[in-house]
């Protein structure tokens, strides 16, 4: 290792980045990229640092695969399947972390894992908070909005009885419902979510059940978007219930 790879280490040690962007260097850490462009190419040469993408880089061993995600969209966050797993709402391990961004940006394998991206409108993107600590940091959905993510585009959430068994784990903020409901306006969305939430006698959920029956129009709607045309019509909630409520129950973990 030449004395400048040495060098560029240090830095990174003293810093304590084991991943960064030249872009974050640049802007946080005051670096003349061109003093140190040439010891980085030896270095990923050399295995001591791995790139992630252009202009972003990790050392040799790190596997953080959310931070890694936080990387590559800086403006997103891990949600959907992703966040469900990692908030404890399912047990289900996703095969590959969902990034909810606003830009298009193509899905990805990066050492062994995939990413998707799923590009939303920017006013969908809120409701996040952050997990890990100092340079290992990234941002997530938080417990509410991922439900809402997830009744919003149910095909990246692992599976409608997986989403049903999450909202029957309770302990939501009812406010945080009414806001991300209203930021991400899927009203067949927030139907089903209200919808659930009656039926499994959440408590502490008046508020929202009251802003949902608020939202609800004279279209009917499958509780299930990808199931069959079948099952009584619930006028309350403009919905027609393709999964039997007593399966529903059941899923959930409610019948015993």
Not at 75 to 84: F, T
Not at 95 to 116: A, H, M, P, S
Not at 176 to 204: Q, S
Not at 208 to 225: C, E, I, Q, S
């Amino acid at each position: 290792m030449t004395k400048q790879e040495q060098q560029f280490i240090e830095l990174l040690d003293k810093w304590e980045l084991d991943i960064f962007s030249i872009e974050s260097l640049k802007e946080e850490h005051g670096v003349d990229w061109k003093d140190w462009e040439g010891a980085l190419r030896l270095l990923v040469k050399a295995g001591y640092l791995r790139q992630i993408e252009r202009g972003k880089y990790c050392r040799q061993n790190y596997q953080d695969s959310m931070t890694i995600g936080r990387f590559l969209a800086p403006e997103g966050a891990v949600a959907y399947w992703s966040a469900l797993h990692l908030h404890g709402l399912t047990e289900r391990f996703p095969n590959k972390v969902f990034v909810q961004t606003d830009k298009l940006k193509k899905d990805k394998r990066v050492f062994g894992v995939e990413y998707q991206f799923v590009k939303v409108l920017p006013r969908k993107l809120t409701g996040f908070e952050m997990q890990g600590f100092g340079n290992h940091q990234y941002r997530i959905t938080d417990r509410e909005k991922t439900i809402v993510d997830c009744f919003d585009l149910p095909q990246y959430s692992g599976g409608l009885p997986e989403l049903m068994q999450a909202v029957a784990e309770g302990g939501f903020e009812q406010e945080k419902f009414i806001a991300y409901c209203e930021a991400v306006n899927n009203i067949a969305a927030t139907k089903r979510l209200a919808f659930l939430v009656e039926l499994l006698g959440l408590e502490g959920m008046e508020g929202f059940l009251t802003y949902a029956k608020g939202v609800v129009r004279n279209k009917y709607n499958l509780f299930d978007p990808a199931g069959r045309e079948v099952g009584e019509f619930n006028a309350t909630w403009k919905l027609r219930l393709n999964i039997p409520k007593a399966d529903m129950l059941e899923i959930a973990g409610k019948i015993y």
